[in-house]
């Protein structure tokens, strides 16, 4: 039947994806495509809030082995790292710990490994980690006061000071994009008035603890070795939901006129679930919590293709960031965009006037390699508008979407997706999990001026 599959694929829209032709099937992972481009920009897919073992809280708690990394969670976390796929990890380490680490070792280079380090100023400022077949980026960061990622040198100044505009100029100074992490702890006078470049629309930690008792009926099925688990890589497929405290927060802020990028946060730890799956990897391993979903930068490359720290950075500052929850498949074709009558083009974090009658366009995706036995999901491409009272839904199509804006503000675009090609790996949590929609896609807002 996958051969079937593989048939159908060839005669359809996937037959010019360079990837190996693997159905896709609860684990299986993509790289980038860098032969393609999206008005001249790469599609780069990553982490944004991630802990190593110069976290204090990492590895079960003892990250260090006499003053050293424990070599158990730092092979889980380059091997979570590699066999992601992913293009760039943005690490988020916990200051207390962090801060002693010394560049280059907190950017987890290794030279043994064949990692490089990218130099600037006779500094390193980050690292190519080196995969079998490919390599990803690595950057530091501290959860501390503030989130400050992409820096590229400690600052002298402790990280745990109060957040304030001079703590974030300080970690601007040191090339940090800065963020703020879990969103419920922040009101939105602070997420709006400190000059910080965005926070998290989703966090997997706190979505664990909102959803704390789906996650303890799973953990004890796993204890006590009872059937109806999803698949280990659909683990958390039950209990991943939207905390209106996140959506609440990103649509008013943006509905007061501030401009800030939305992120979604893995927090992976390594240091939550230890109990094994049937596969006989942890609940939380590295890789299990690095394939679930990930932030996907619109990346203005070099003229010959090259990209570094840099241009990931000022995507993200720029705010062309979507994200996607890619443990439910990988989406193929998405896009947002906007353009006026004057013809002028605007990607995710851009404003256009709402005089020149501009266009909002949304390109539904596909699922990538679907098996085409399997029963196929329904998929809704959604537009949204910033109010104070939260987001207004003004467009929904179960294709393509376009729409031509009546007032200003910020709109952002969504797509849901009912998985219903899951169904014969979701266990008991079928029903559960096949009786609405989920979110698949988060993509930043376009902004429409007056």
Same mark, same amino acid.
């Given at each position: 039947? &996958?051969?079937?599959?593989?048939?159908?694929?060839?005669?359809? +829209?996937?037959?010019? %994806?360079?990837?190996?032709?693997?159905?896709?099937?609860?684990?299986?992972?993509?790289?980038?495509?860098?032969?393609?481009?999206?008005?001249?920009?790469?599609?780069?897919?990553?982490?944004?809030?991630?802990?190593?073992?110069?976290?204090?809280?990492?590895? !079960?708690?003892?990250?260090?082995?006499?003053?050293?990394?424990?070599?158990?969670?730092?092979?889980?976390?380059?091997?979570?790292?590699?066999?992601?796929?992913?293009?760039?990890?943005?690490?988020?380490?916990?200051?207390?710990?962090?801060?002693?680490?010394?560049?280059?070792?907190?950017?987890?280079?290794?030279?043994?490994?064949?990692?490089?380090?990218?130099?600037?100023?006779?500094?390193?400022?980050?690292?190519?980690?080196?995969?079998?077949?490919?390599?990803? #980026?690595?950057?530091?960061?501290?959860?501390?006061?503030?989130?400050?990622?992409?820096?590229?040198?400690?600052?002298?100044?402790?990280?745990?000071? =109060?957040?304030?505009?001079?703590?974030?100029?300080? *970690?601007?100074?040191?090339?940090?994009?800065?963020?703020?992490?879990?969103?419920? %702890?922040?009101?939105?006078?602070?997420?709006?008035?400190?000059? #910080?470049?965005?926070?998290?629309?989703?966090?997997?930690?706190?979505?664990?603890?909102?959803?704390?008792?789906?996650?303890?009926?799973?953990?004890?099925?796993?204890?006590?070795?009872?059937?109806?688990?999803?698949?280990?890589?659909?683990?958390?497929?039950?209990?991943?939901?939207?905390?209106?405290?996140?959506? $609440?927060?990103?649509?008013?802020?943006?509905?007061?006129?501030? &401009?800030?990028?939305?992120?979604?946060?893995? !927090?992976?730890?390594?240091?939550?679930?230890?109990?094994?799956?049937?596969?006989? $990897?942890?609940?939380?391993?590295? /890789?299990?919590?690095? #394939?679930?979903?990930?932030?996907?930068?619109?990346?203005?490359?070099?003229? !010959?293709?090259?990209?570094?720290?840099?241009?990931? &950075?000022?995507?993200?500052?720029?705010?062309?960031? @979507?994200?996607?929850?890619?443990?439910?498949?990988?989406?193929?074709?998405?896009? *947002?965009?906007?353009?006026?009558?004057?013809?002028?083009?605007?990607?995710?974090? %851009?404003?256009?006037?709402?005089?020149?009658? =501009?266009?909002?366009?949304?390109?539904?995706?596909?699922?990538?390699?679907?098996?085409?036995?399997?029963?196929?999901?329904?998929?809704?491409?959604?537009?949204?508008?910033?109010?104070?009272?939260?987001?207004? $839904?003004?467009? &929904?199509?179960?294709?393509?979407?376009?729409?031509? =804006?009546?007032?200003?503000? +910020?709109? /952002?675009?969504?797509?849901?997706?009912?998985?219903?090609?899951?169904?014969?790996?979701?266990?008991?949590?079928?029903?559960?999990?096949?009786?609405?929609?989920?979110?698949?896609?988060?993509?930043?807002?376009? @902004?429409?001026?007056?």
């Amino acid at each position: 039947m &996958k051969n079937l599959a593989i048939i159908l694929c060839l005669a359809a +829209a996937c037959q010019d %994806d360079p990837a190996p032709l693997v159905v896709w099937t609860p684990g299986t992972t993509y790289p980038s495509d860098s032969s393609k481009r999206l008005r001249g920009m790469l599609d780069l897919r990553g982490l944004i809030h991630a802990h190593s073992p110069y976290s204090h809280d990492a590895c !079960d708690g003892k990250p260090l082995i006499d003053g050293q990394p424990d070599p158990v969670c730092m092979a889980d976390l380059r091997r979570g790292l590699c066999q992601s796929k992913h293009d760039f990890v943005m690490l988020t380490d916990h200051s207390e710990s962090g801060h002693a680490t010394p560049y280059p070792q907190v950017l987890l280079y290794d030279s043994e490994l064949g990692d490089t380090l990218v130099e600037r100023a006779e500094r390193p400022v980050a690292s190519w980690m080196n995969c079998d077949d490919s390599k990803l #980026i690595v950057m530091a960061g501290m959860e501390s006061g503030m989130m400050p990622v992409g820096l590229e040198h400690h600052i002298d100044a402790r990280y745990n000071r =109060p957040p304030s505009a001079e703590a974030a100029q300080a *970690f601007k100074d040191a090339g940090a994009v800065v963020l703020l992490q879990h969103t419920e %702890d922040w009101s939105v006078d602070e997420l709006s008035e400190l000059p #910080i470049d965005g926070f998290e629309m989703y966090n997997l930690h706190n979505n664990t603890l909102v959803s704390a008792d789906i996650v303890l009926e799973m953990l004890f099925r796993v204890l006590e070795g009872r059937l109806g688990l999803p698949h280990p890589d659909l683990f958390l497929v039950p209990f991943v939901s939207e905390d209106p405290r996140y959506l $609440e927060r990103w649509s008013k802020v943006l509905a007061r006129g501030h &401009k800030r990028v939305g992120t979604m946060g893995t !927090d992976s730890h390594r240091n939550t679930f230890e109990a094994k799956l049937a596969d006989g $990897e942890r609940i939380d391993s590295y /890789r299990r919590m690095m #394939i679930a979903f990930s932030n996907h930068l619109l990346v203005r490359p070099e003229a !010959d293709g090259s990209w570094d720290d840099r241009h990931l &950075k000022d995507a993200l500052r720029a705010g062309r960031l @979507y994200g996607v929850f890619e443990m439910l498949g990988y989406p193929q074709g998405f896009d *947002f965009h906007a353009a006026d009558s004057a013809g002028i083009m605007a990607e995710m974090g %851009d404003e256009l006037s709402l005089a020149n009658s =501009p266009t909002l366009t949304v390109k539904r995706p596909e699922l990538r390699h679907l098996d085409a036995t399997l029963e196929a999901p329904i998929i809704t491409a959604r537009l949204l508008l910033a109010t104070e009272e939260g987001w207004l $839904e003004v467009a &929904k199509a179960k294709g393509d979407l376009s729409f031509t =804006p009546s007032q200003p503000g +910020a709109y /952002r675009a969504e797509i849901r997706i009912r998985p219903r090609h899951l169904r014969q790996d979701l266990g008991h949590y079928d029903q559960q999990s096949l009786t609405g929609d989920m979110v698949w896609v988060y993509a930043n807002p376009i @902004y429409i001026s007056p």
